[in-house]
Antibody, heavy 124, light 113 residues
Framework: EVQLVESGGGLVQPGGSLRLSCEAS????????MSWVRQAPGKGLEWVAA????????YYADSVKGRFTISRDNSKNTLYLQMNSLRAEDTALYYC?????????????????WGQGTLVTVSP | DIVMTQSPDSLAVSLGERATINCKSS????????????LAWYQQKPGQPPKLLIY???TRESGVPDRFSGSGSGTDFTLTISSLQAEDVAVYYC?????????FGPGTKVDIK
């Protein structure tokens, strides 16, 4: 059974940093592109970042480029999101999502498995 | 970025009736070399993560009931629920993956009338 379990969320002040983790199990983690998608309270879905199966390719939404860094450790089956210079508008539930494997290009295509999310709140 | 829009914002349909949600992309998401539309649909129920329903605009994900169907090409797409069930109450999102920077529509809330 595929499982994705996010952790690391919490309350942080504007300008602060946080590192999210996503532990994966039930599939060959090193074979799939992975992504972070966020959802602000009561709002829609926003793709944040993606990383290739090997970790050599990374992709970011303009809203987080230069502030967030996605990475992975395939030996630990874990995905990370380092978030720096956090802003109030980064407040959201952050989901980890496995790529379905459609090979649509170089990035993440569609998410066939999602975690339950970890909540990040940026507030003074 | 490719901008996705959806209509209506919300709709209420009687049990057993048809629900139709529209999605429009600011640029074509049809990749001509393989004739595939890079468009997916998700269902999100309260307190749950999104669930993939449809990909390649019209291919149902495994386990998704056949009352859900997707259609359209280029820039205009439709998700149809042929006979609404109580468990279909949710927000539905379209998503393009033509661009590496994938984008989602704003969502359409479906309720029971």
């Amino acid at each position: 059974e595929v499982q994705l379990v996010e952790s690391g969320g919490g309350l942080v002040q504007p300008g602060g940093s946080l590192r999210l983790s996503c532990e994966a199990s039930g599939f060959t983690f090193s074979s799939y592109v992975m992504s972070w998608v966020r959802q602000a309270p009561g709002k829609g879905l926003e793709w944040v970042a993606a990383i290739s199966d090997s970790g050599t390719g990374t992709y970011y939404a303009d809203s987080v480029k230069g502030r967030f860094t996605i990475s992975r450790d395939n030996s630990k089956n874990t995905l990370y999101l380092q978030m720096n210079s956090l802003r109030a508008e980064d407040t959201a539930l952050y989901y980890c999502a496995k790529d379905q494997g459609l090979h649509c290009g170089s990035g993440w295509c569609t998410g066939d498995y999602w975690g339950q999310g970890t909540l990040v709140t940026v507030s003074p | 970025d490719i901008v996705m829009t959806q209509s209506p914002d919300s709709l209420a349909v009687s049990l057993g009736e048809r629900a139709t949600i529209n999605c429009k992309s600011s640029r074509s998401v049809l990749y001509r070399s393989n004739n595939k539309n890079y468009l997916a649909w998700y269902q999100q129920k309260p307190g749950q993560p999104p669930k993939l329903l449809i990909y390649w605009a019209s291919t149902r994900e495994s386990g998704v009931p056949d009352r859900f169907s997707g259609s359209g090409s280029g820039t205009d797409f439709t998700l149809t629920i042929s006979s609404l069930q109580a468990e279909d109450v949710a927000v539905y999102y379209c998503q393009q993956y033509y661009s590496t920077s994938v984008t989602f529509g704003p969502g359409t809330k479906v309720d029971i009338k």
